[in-house]
């Protein structure tokens, strides 16, 4: 397993801050940063399905797109897609698309998880783009969040 760097536990820490965001619109409790190269946060998501009634409204879908807003294009070369919980396909094909260098995540996703778990579509070499993955960053916090929202 590849280690972590020191901005991804900071990064992951915003993550969970947007996570607990979340809850205040029953939204499931995932949030997302994307960090640059130095480490700083360009762009922020949490899950707003509910609160926007927008099936792509997942953190990292809104983190890439606050990103490339902030970079002014598309390709975000050189950052990390840091989230509380293992993207599902949508979000890690948007990862993949958007060219980020590394996912982070926090709780695996056994049922829709697309960085290893269920799928591992963002290391298809197929594909013209992978990004090298992490996981386990603040693992037990992450996936507490959703155990408490889920009622398990």
């Given at each position: ?9 900071a ?20 949030g ?10 360009i ?25 490339a807003?902030?970079r ?11 989230v509380?919980?293992?993207?599902c ?50 693992a037990e ?12």
């Open positions: 397993m590849t280690p972590f760097l020191p901005a991804d536990l990064a992951m820490e915003s993550a969970l801050e947007q996570a607990r965001l979340a809850l205040t619109t029953s939204d499931v409790p995932v997302a940063v994307v960090i640059d190269q130095t480490g700083a946060v762009g922020v998501g949490r899950n707003e399905r509910e609160a926007l009634g927008d099936p792509t409204a997942h953190a990292e879908v809104l983190a890439l797109r606050a990103a807003t902030h002014g294009e598309w390709r975000l070369s050189g950052c990390s897609l840091v509380t919980l293992e993207p396909t949508m979000c890690a094909g948007a990862a993949v698309l958007a060219r980020v260098d590394r996912i982070v995540f926090g709780a695996h996703d056994e049922k829709a998880g697309a960085a290893g778990s269920m799928w591992d579509l963002v290391r298809d070499r197929r594909l013209n783009h992978r990004p090298e993955v992490i996981s386990g960053v603040l916090e992450s996936a507490a969040l959703l155990r408490e929202f889920f009622g398990r």
